[in-house]
């Protein structure tokens, strides 16, 4: 137990110091680009440091299983070269007792970031993209806005209704030139509605100068068409979600997920992507868990029995390969030609396997 618990300090040391590393790394790099991106005459030096703080969370959580490798083949090449893995197995343990302690902290550690890292991610992404969008002027819209205008989409207890605007203000809550169509549960069109001016209050939207046409019961839509200076319309709609929805999935913490998710196909949304994400950060503790065995798997021999470099760049290719394997399925998945969990959990799976093999080939074997 107390060998154990050493393994787990060392390692936790390890991958908090190869993350600070490349924390360092990344705030630089990002620091350069926004001083690129943004004029120097509107743009401060705060407002660009702030810019990258906000930035910075999002790309360190995309490498994480990246950082977990290159902790792992730092600890253990370390353990090697001072040969307490030696006396360590002379003790009587086995290579896979002693990865016990570092998996399982690494399990933890991808435990901690999908509860814990992950929001603060998805906060800072969305912040960052409404500062980056008024500093860059302010007329870009956060929402996704076509040649033909802004679509939208709600759901209710009377069918769903489609929404059609000619633009709309940097947070999506006030559409103008807009155009309300209700189809009825049999989706069927019920009624349409034209109006200078929408406000997306809670729980409705507020018009201003609309004209409403009902579409059933009627011979001549445009005869018995109704004025109305102010009306509302009942929705579920929120100005996080349609930003999130506009957005991409990594914008949407993990814990909201699961309801934006089932909001969205009430909506009428695709939610794919969403449900591909959600399946893939659940399985990021068994990524991590596979990272630190393959890493492992090559590098807890002794470093007398020579070849380490070769071990070392065999490790980090093979761990390079399941990354963009795991993100080139889940590309997949939103795309359609797979099955959302299998997307998400495959590749896990599979390298969690792979590298069981491994070590039972070179260390047990």
């Given at each position: 137990?107390i060998?154990?618990l050493?393994f787990a300090r060392?390692f936790l040391?390890?991958?908090?110091a190869?993350?600070?590393v ?9 620091m350069?680009?926004?001083?690129r991106?943004?004029?120097?005459d509107?743009v401060?030096f705060?407002q660009?440091v ?11 959580y995309a490498?994480?299983p ?7 083949l730092?600890l253990f ?16 343990r086995?290579?896979l007792?002693s990865?016990t302690a570092?998996v399982?902290?690494a399990?933890?550690?991808?435990a901690?970031?999908v509860?814990v890292?992950n ?6 992404s969305r ?18 806005i ?8 709600q759901?209710?207890?009377e069918g769903?209704?489609?929404?059609h605007?000619l ?5 999506g ?11 009825g ?8 509605i034209?109006?200078a ?5 809670p ?10 046409w ?6 001549n839509?445009e005869?018995?068409?109704r004025?109305?200076?102010r009306m509302?319309?009942?929705s579920?709609?929120?100005?996080e979600?349609?930003q999130?929805?506009?957005g991409a999935?990594?914008s949407?913490?993990i814990?909201?997920l699961?309801g934006f998710?089932?909001q969205?196909e009430r ?6 992507s969403?449900r ?9 503790p068994?990524?991590?868990?596979a990272m630190?065995?393959?890493?492992a ?5 002794h470093t007398r029995?020579?070849r380490?470099?070769l071990?070392?760049l065999t490790?980090?290719g093979l761990?390079f390969?399941?990354y963009f394997l ?7 998945g939103?795309?359609g030609?797979?099955?959302v ?11 969690v396997?792979l590298?069981?093999g491994i070590?039972l080939n070179?260390?047990d074997g």
């Open positions: 137990m060998l154990q050493y060392r040391r390890t991958f908090l190869v993350f600070a490349f924390a360092g790394l990344f705030v630089l790099i990002d350069v680009e926004q001083v991106k943004f004029d120097s509107t401060g705060l660009i702030k810019l990258t703080l906000l930035n910075v969370p999002q790309g360190l490498i994480l990246l950082i977990m490798i290159l902790a792992t730092t090449l370390t353990l090697a070269r001072t040969s307490e893995l030696v006396i360590t197995r002379a003790s009587g086995s290579a007792r990865l570092p399982l902290v399990m933890v550690i991808g901690v970031a509860a890292f929001p603060i991610v998805a906060a800072t912040h960052y993209d409404v500062v980056a969008t008024r500093l860059s002027g302010g007329d870009t819209s956060v929402l996704s076509s040649r033909e205008g802004l679509w939208l989409r759901g209710g207890p769903q209704t489609v929404i605007a633009g709309s203000n940097l947070e809550t006030v559409l103008f030139d807009v155009t309300f169509l209700g189809f549960p049999d989706g069927a069109p019920r009624r349409r034209e109006a001016r929408a406000v997306l209050k729980g409705a939207w507020t018009l201003t100068g609309a004209k409403v009902a579409l059933t019961g009627t011979a839509p005869r018995d068409a004025l109305k200076v509302t319309i009942p579920e709609l929120t100005q979600q349609i999130d929805s506009f999935p990594v949407v913490p814990w909201e699961p998710i089932d969205l909506a009428g949304f695709s939610a794919r969403h591909v994400w959600f399946q893939t950060e659940l399985s990021l068994l990524m991590m868990a630190v065995m393959v890493a798997g090559f590098t807890m021999r029995f020579g380490t470099g071990m070392v490790a980090i761990g390969a399941i795991r993100n080139f399925a889940q590309i997949l939103n795309s030609q797979l099955p969990i299998f997307a998400a959990w495959t590749v896990p799976v599979a390298a396997m590298s069981v070590l070179l260390e």
